[in-house]
């Protein structure tokens, strides 16, 4: 059995935050909620937030403002994108194994969604794959996709595939790419509409294929970007 690793509280909340960075659900230059609210979301006290945000400015994941329009705020576009080069550069074999987990355990995701979704989860559904059609930058492109796949996994009414989403969403810090060559992001989101009709049919063999579409796309990017990053 492994030791068990104790964490400070203000841990576990720059865990959280950081993981909605990764995953694309928070966007670049936006601002946090305010730190009642957040120290009230994470059960921690102010003080103990305060230094979770002091942590997650000195790793460059937020800028923190003073004054009357002041507060924290996710980094911008730029920043995170060299943050999440530097990262895949570090371990880009790290990188392939998250993919290889967030391919297993979608692709079961989708096949059971086909069965068990229900009327919430296609609302989900078609809310994100709204969002991806009114994207105006890589970022909320990105955005829209985690929230799409996040509800991918809630409507497998599975818990233990949705958190492994979750994770792996959360692992794998991709860099934006604002300019994908070859029409990818046109691709992309021809895969994620065939996905959500074959949902809505109820066809597992259909989502089956269009997740499978989705994860051409996903592995050509990080070769790509690992690539790059090197």
Same mark, same amino acid.
């Given at each position: 059995?492994?030791?068990? /690793?104790?964490?400070?509280?203000?841990?576990?909340?720059?865990?959280?935050?950081? %993981?909605?960075?990764?995953?694309?659900?928070? &966007?670049?230059?936006?601002?946090?909620?305010?730190?009642?609210? &957040?120290?009230?979301?994470?059960?921690?006290?102010?003080?103990?937030?305060?230094?979770?945000? %002091?942590?997650?400015?000195t790793h460059q994941y937020i800028t923190v403002r003073r004054?009357?329009?002041?507060?924290?705020?996710?980094?911008?576009?730029?920043?995170?994108?060299?943050?999440?080069r530097r990262r895949m550069s570090r371990a880009p074999a790290?990188?392939?194994?998250?993919?290889?987990?967030?391919?297993?355990?979608?692709l079961a995701a989708a096949r059971l969604a086909a069965a068990?979704?229900?009327?919430?989860?296609?609302?989900?559904? %078609?809310?994100?794959?709204?969002?991806?059609?009114?994207?105006?930058?890589?970022?909320? %492109?990105?955005?829209?996709?985690?929230?799409?796949?996040?509800?991918?996994?809630?409507?497998?009414?599975?818990?233990?595939?949705?958190?492994?989403?979750?994770?792996?969403?959360?692992?794998?810090?991709?860099?934006?790419?604002?300019?994908?060559?070859?029409?990818?992001?046109?691709?992309?989101?021809?895969?994620? /509409?065939?996905?959500?009709?074959?949902?809505?049919? /109820?066809?597992?063999?259909?989502?089956?294929?269009?997740?499978?579409?989705?994860?051409?796309?996903?592995?050509?990017?990080?070769?790509?970007?690992?690539?790059?990053?090197?």
């Open positions: 059995m492994r030791p068990v /690793e104790p964490q400070a509280a203000h841990g576990l909340a720059v865990d959280l935050l950081r %993981r909605q960075i990764h995953a694309g659900l928070l &966007l670049p230059a936006e601002r946090l909620p305010a730190e009642r609210q &957040l120290s009230d979301k994470f059960g921690i006290s102010r003080v103990t937030l305060r230094e979770a945000l %002091r942590v997650l400015e004054g009357a329009q002041g507060g924290a705020f996710v980094t911008d576009e730029d920043r995170l994108t060299q943050l999440a790290a990188a392939m194994r998250v993919v290889e987990f967030l391919t297993v355990n979608q068990r979704r229900g009327t919430a989860d296609l609302k989900r559904l %078609r809310q994100a794959t709204d969002m991806m059609h009114s994207a105006l930058n890589a970022p909320q %492109r990105k955005q829209a996709e985690a929230l799409f796949l996040l509800a991918l996994g809630d409507a497998s009414q599975n818990p233990l595939l949705a958190r492994a989403i979750e994770d792996g969403l959360a692992e794998l810090f991709l860099p934006f790419e604002g300019n994908l060559p070859d029409g990818s992001a046109v691709d992309a989101l021809k895969s994620f /509409e065939n996905l959500l009709r074959a949902l809505e049919r /109820e066809d597992a063999s259909a989502s089956e294929v269009a997740m499978a579409e989705l994860h051409v796309l996903l592995w050509a990017a990080i070769r790509r970007m690992t690539r790059n990053a090197a």
